[in-house]
């Protein structure tokens, strides 16, 4: 079974600076994916970001960019330039590689932006 | 694109009554989808898995016949919510997966309160 651990429930950082969230998953797959998904007030879960465990390049989505670290099993999240619509829950999760397959959702990050 | 749309996005019935909630993708087809139930300020909890044309999997724990889902057509499921108690009362979400990517895409979420 997979685990996905996210170790810091809460952050806070002001507006325009740069921020990480951390993650870390445990599995015996080769092949998976990892996603970023914030949730903002609305409660909507927006997917943030998606990486292919396959590819050694990391995911970038304009201010949004991942660290993979795939020996370390760490996946991390960093916002550049933040603004006040990033405070958001974010939650990693992870899926086994070929589709139908549920996702394996960490506790989530609570994000703040601060004016 | 890749928008899952979710209806209604509250509803309050009396104990007792059946709930249907419908999650439709709207602009592609989801072969896959799956339902969510969010505690508030936790992750999310998949309560099963609906395949188009065939029965759900339900994960260990949700009772299939509380919990009737239907999967009839490739951008429509429904979850229905039989004789509904105030502990049924919570926010669920749907997602659909778009199996050219193997990404989940998530609808709007349905506030459930059962008096």
């Known amino acids: 079974a997979q685990t996905v651990t996210q170790s810091q429930p809460e952050m806070s950082v002001q507006e325009a600076e740069t921020v990480t969230l951390s993650c870390t998953y445990d599995?015996?797959?080769?092949?998976?994916?990892l996603f970023w998904y914030k949730q903002p007030p609305s409660r909507q879960m927006i997917l943030v970001i998606r990486?292919?465990?396959?590819?050694?390049q990391n995911a970038t989505e304009n201010r949004f960019s991942v660290n993979f670290q795939k020996a370390a099993k760490s996946f991390s999240l960093k916002i550049s330039d933040s603004q006040l619509g990033d405070t958001a829950m974010y939650f990693c999760?992870?899926?086994?590689?070929?589709?139908?397959?549920?996702?394996?959702f960490g506790t989530g990050t609570r994000l703040t932006i601060i004016p | 694109g890749a928008v899952v749309s979710q209806h209604p996005s509250w509803v309050i019935c009396k104990s007792g009554t059946s709930v249907k909630i419908e999650c439709r993708s709207l602009?592609?087809?989801?072969?896959?989808m799956f339902w969510y139930r969010q505690f508030p300020k936790q992750s999310l909890m998949l309560m099963a898995t609906?395949?188009?044309?065939?029965?759900?999997?339900?994960e260990q724990g949700v009772e299939k016949d509380k919990f009737l889902i239907n999967h009839a057509s490739l951008t429509l499921s429904t979850l229905t919510v039989t004789s509904a108690h105030p502990e049924d009362s919570s926010f669920y979400i749907c997602?659909?997966?778009?199996?050219?990517?193997?990404?989940?895409?998530f609808g709007p979420g349905t506030r459930l309160t059962v008096l």
């Open positions: 997602s659909a997966e778009d199996s050219y990517t193997d990404t989940q895409y």
């Open positions: 599995t015996s797959e080769n092949n998976y994916y």
């Open positions: 990486q292919e465990a396959y590819k050694q």
């Open positions: 999760a992870f899926m086994k590689y070929g589709g139908n397959e549920k996702l394996t």
């Open positions: 602009d592609f087809q989801a072969t896959t």
């Open positions: 609906s395949n188009e044309g065939s029965k759900a999997t339900y």
